[in-house]
């Protein structure tokens, strides 16, 4: 048996992380809550992309990116238990956040491809957000018109355009850092 003091800290900063998704799925479970259910589920999954990526990839991630990856999970599957609704910026730091991690990844794919990353970045986040507001809307007619608890909300057109803002600031940092914080995913490439 390993001992607690054993366990490296960035082991158990994943642990505490991934085990704050769960106890959000299971919290879901109990309140019946299919947002938190939902996002909880996929938020695990996505934490461990980086092993995924790394057994499939010459790649490595560096410690912090799979924290920040882990992160953006947890606040994601959180944020369905009340923070979206009663805490203000709460979805301007989940859509930079998502923005980042997916413009992030745009960035590394066209930079190993030879492609523009800059402009592989703006297209993905302006592309992708807007389909995911109109998904939002989309699920969100489809679950009331079935009597379902709605797994997306969207708030408003206001809100739909503040969502975008918000995607191409974290567009923005992947394009204002991405050479340095992602070098690890890019630097030998031939």
Known sequence: ???????????????????????VFIAGV???NP???VNAAVGLVVAYLPDIIEGKYDVEFRPWQRVYTEIAMLMHAVGMLGPYDDTWWWDHFTHTLS????GGAVY?????CGRDS???????IVGGGILWEVMEYTIHGLTDRLG?????IPYSAR??????????????????????????????MD
């Open 118 to 124: 800059q402009r592989s970045v703006l297209v993905a």
């Open 148 to 152: 379902l608890e709605p797994v997306l």
């Open 108 to 112: 590394v794919a066209a930079q190993r």
């Open 159 to 188: 809100d739909t355009i503040v969502d975008l803002f918000f995607n191409l600031l974290g567009a923005l940092l992947v394009l204002l850092f991405g050479d340095r914080l992602l070098q690890n995913f890019t630097q030998n």
């Open 30 to 32: 109990r309140r019946w």
């Open 99 to 102: 923005a980042s991690l997916l």
């Open 35 to 37: 947002g938190a259910i």
């Open 1 to 23: 048996m390993v001992n607690s003091t054993q366990i490296p800290m960035g082991q158990k900063v994943k642990r505490s992380i991934k085990g704050a998704i769960v106890a």
